[in-house]
């Protein structure tokens, strides 16, 4: 069954405190991983696609990695303003797209 | 780039009235959208998928009469509640397709806050 586990489900981080999150995923033939954050009451805003085992991105204090079992998106010296919670998607060989339930940072100044 | 709009941001209506929210890809063009249904604290749950000049697909589960789905042009897709009643109150997000590299990107509109008295 295709299903895509985001953990933990909440993670509360001291400002500087570097941590990863976790997205581990079962589906047939993966076309793309996605990585979305989302503010409350916000739609989801797009960070990240991986398309492969062994690709990494960067963008300013997050960089996700991408394995053929899981996706870490780890966070180096996180600030308030990186409090949101991180949404993990992968997208099948059929097109179709399973989303994670999400990973709720909070960064404590 | 990929920017998607939704339109209202918030609505309250009253229970029988029928609400339209709009989704609008600005700067591509989008053949598939998603529409999507999210309450507090959880995630994204996929209503259904809307195909440019084509019937949307429903999950399971939701019914099509309730929630209707238009997608007129390759820019703008818009879902109707008809008949809304208070357990229809949620977050409405609509997203966009766009092919980028191979894969599909989904870029999310804003959503929208439906709220029904």
């Known amino acids: 069954e295709d299903q895509v586990t985001q953990s933990p489900e909440a993670l509360r981080l001291q400002e500087g405190e570097s941590s990863s999150l976790n997205c581990s995923y079962t589906v047939s033939g993966l076309r793309g991983l996605f990585w979305y954050r989302q503010d409350p009451g916000k739609g989801p805003e797009f960070l990240f696609t991986?398309?492969?085992a062994g690709e990494e991105k960067e963008k300013e204090r997050l960089k996700a990695t991408l394995t053929k079992k899981e996706s870490f998106l780890h966070i180096t010296a996180p600030k308030p303003e990186d409090s949101a919670t991180y949404l993990c998607a992968v997208q099948a060989r059929g097109n179709q797209f399973y989303f994670g339930t999400g990973t709720s940072l909070t960064v404590i100044p | 780039g990929a920017v998607v709009s939704q339109h209202p941001s918030r609505v309250i209506c009253k229970s029988g009235t029928s609400v339209k929210i709009e989704c609008r890809s600005l700067d591509f063009q989008a053949t598939t959208m998603f529409w999507y249904r999210q309450f507090p604290k959880q995630s994204l749950m996929l209503m259904a998928t809307s195909n440019e000049g084509s019937k949307a697909t429903y999950e399971q589960g939701v019914e099509k009469d309730k929630f209707l789905i238009n997608h007129a042009s390759l820019t703008l897709s818009t879902l109707t509640v008809t008949s809304a009643h208070p357990e229809d109150s949620s977050f409405y997000i609509c997203s966009a397709r766009a092919p980028s590299g191979g894969v599909d990107t989904q870029y999310f509109g804003p959503g929208t806050r439906l709220t029904v008295l």
């Open positions: 991986l398309y492969s």
